[in-house]
């Protein structure tokens, strides 16, 4: 009951900051409920490992909301732009959330302090672009969550020698009338 009460306050709340900063192009609260909040949580019966980094999480998605419904896993959410990172630590702060950590910067000149045993990106680049940017930020062992609408196959095989797909997952979005899909990547 409780994280069903924090996901309608974060969609409130990104619909409030919306109207200011433009977060996002959709503005009805019923069409965001889908298309970001469901869209964000179709992956969740997928993510494994205990950190997990949600590359250029825009105004939270998919992490706050994943951070909401697995509160046992470690968030941090990554963005280059102020106006996003300063709603994501505002939506934290107001939702309680003491299992993520913002940081505002480019991924591919950050050094945290350790490696994430998953890193996912909702929409953030192309999957040559995904792996060769955040593949230094994966543990050994650890898999990169490429969420994808169409099936990428021109990005398939693009993609950089060293890592392959270990699994492939059409998702379902109640009322989403578009193709999803989540790739996890390894290192080979």
């Not at 993520?100 to 045993?117: I, L």
Request: proline share 5%; with cysteine.
């Amino acid at each position: 009951m409780e994280q069903q009460q924090q996901l309608q306050h974060y969609l409130q709340l990104l619909q409030r900051w919306n109207k200011v900063y433009n977060l996002t192009a959709v503005r009805d609260l019923a069409q965001m409920q889908i298309v970001h909040l469901d869209d964000s949580l179709s992956v969740a019966p997928f993510l494994r490992g205990e950190t997990c980094l949600d590359v250029g999480s825009g105004a939270g998605l998919p992490g706050i909301p994943l951070a909401i419904v697995q509160p046992q896993r470690q968030f941090t959410l990554l963005d280059t732009n102020g106006k996003k990172t300063r709603f994501m630590q505002q939506a934290v702060l107001e939702l309680g959330l003491k299992n993520v950590k913002v940081v505002q910067t480019r991924v591919e000149s950050w050094q945290p302090e350790a490696c994430f045993d998953a890193v996912i990106s909702r929409a953030f680049a192309s999957l040559h672009d995904f792996v060769t940017f955040t593949g230094k930020q994966v543990c050994e062992g650890g898999i990169l969550y490429a969420m994808k609408g169409r099936y990428p196959a021109d990005e398939l095989a693009a993609l950089p020698t060293g890592w392959r797909v270990v699994a492939e997952h059409p998702l379902q979005v109640p009322g989403l009338d578009a193709q999803r899909h989540l790739l996890e990547l390894q290192r080979e």
